[in-house]
């Protein structure tokens, strides 16, 4: 098992933890923000679990599916962080097309709501293109 297939698996506990954070009792506030900073819906939770059951087979079947998953999750992700900054929306939860847009907003909360996506893009972006991507 090379190193990429086994951050799918690290992948599929942090996506699974991301879907259960408003299940969780104390980690959203008075007005359903997880941490005080973001909102969690049943699309953002859908969004979570599919994208950990990707994870999940990836890591399973072979380093060649991992790759790809790192580099299509990667890109797809990391857009939404960045165009949740300019918009105050992901288009991934679809809140893009229910909401509109917000306006570009670099405060701090605004860029803490998308730090999980730009986190997670970035480095699977980075391992997917990267030495780890190369290893077998």
């Not at 954070?21 to 008075?30: C, K, S």
């Not at 991992?66 to 165009?83: K, Q, T």
């Not at 229910?98 to 909360?109: C, F, I, K, R, V």
Request: net charge negative.
């Amino acid at each position: 098992m090379t190193t990429l297939q086994k951050l799918c698996f690290g992948y599929f506990v942090a996506l699974m933890i991301a879907a259960s954070l408003n299940y969780v009792p104390g980690l959203t506030d008075d007005q359903g923000l997880a941490f005080g900073i973001f909102a969690l819906d049943i699309y953002d939770d859908a969004l979570h679990v599919a994208s950990a059951i990707w994870a999940l087979v990836a890591g399973i079947v072979s380093h060649r599916a991992a790759r790809n998953f790192m580099i299509l999750f990667g890109l797809a992700y990391l857009w939404d962080g960045v165009f949740g900054i300019f918009t105050g929306y992901g288009y991934l939860d679809l809140g893009i097309f229910t909401n509109g847009s917000a306006g570009m907003d670099w405060s701090l909360p605004r860029v803490l709501a998308n730090l999980p996506h730009l986190a997670l893009g970035g480095l699977a972006v980075w391992a997917g293109f990267g030495r780890l991507g190369r290893d077998t």
